[in-house]
T-cell receptor, first 111, second 113 residues
């Protein structure tokens, strides 16, 4: 079983819709959770991080964390074609910078 | 503020050779991590350095090594290259914000023939 799992996609949504990206992790000791976006041919860039159970909103993005169920999700509201990218979920165990990345979900927003 | 700089951006080597990649972190960042990215495996953690000390290490063979200098610049070395080492090697620096955010460089794309 992979430590961080994501559906590889592609996930296709129409412009203006909500895109829902999910990630599950296996290490219950994980404390920090991150969502990175990676455009083709570019390096990953941080979208959001979340540490506590519940929701965290930043503009059109909402991260949701449920430690009991060991999943973290990212919602993108009012999806735009410019959101088309691969979204990487990353998890860090407590007290380390040893981030474990999922293989990413490719999102396509259709104009 | 300059971002994370990696050199070289592209390189081609043959099996059995060795390679050294360089990374200059964002000014003030003391943590430098290295990742290998391949289409099949995604981003895999190699190692992380902080103040010239390796704090964390991933599950890679001993052919992969690294070091960090007093100015926080870091190098990674791969010896006895294998075809499977062909990948994008990403360096990331972190520090100062408390969020744990990684700032990635553009990467060094290594092709082993």
């Amino acid at each position: 079983q992979k430590e961080v799992e994501q559906n590889s996609g592609p996930l296709s949504v129409p412009e203006g819709a909500i895109a829902s990206l999910n990630c599950t992790y296996s290490d219950r000791g994980s404390q920090s959770f991150f969502w990175y976006r990676q455009y083709s041919g570019k390096s990953p860039e941080l979208i959001m991080f979340i540490y506590s159970n519940g929701d965290k909103e930043d503009g059109r993005f909402t991260a949701q964390l449920n430690k009991a169920s060991q999943y973290v999700s990212l919602l993108i509201r009012d999806s735009q074609p410019s959101d088309s990218a691969t979204y990487l979920c990353a998890v860090a165990p407590s007290g380390t910078y040893k981030y474990i990345f999922g293989t990413g979900t490719r999102l396509k927003v259709l104009a | 503020k300059a971002g994370v700089t990696q050199t070289p951006r592209y390189l081609i080597k043959t099996r059995g050779q060795q390679v050294t990649l360089s990374c200059s972190p964002i000014s003030g960042h003391r943590s430098v991590s290295w990742y290998q990215q391949t289409p099949g495996q995604g981003l895999q953690f190699l190692f992380e350095y902080f103040s010239e000390t390796q704090r964390n290490k991933g599950n890679f063979p001993g052919r992969f090594s690294g070091r960090q200098f007093s100015n926080s610049r870091s190098e990674m070395n791969v010896s006895t290259l294998e075809l499977g080492d062909s990948a994008l090697y990403l360096c990331a620096s972190s520090g100062g914000t408390g969020s744990g955010e990684l700032f990635f460089g553009e990467g060094s794309r290594l092709t082993v023939l």
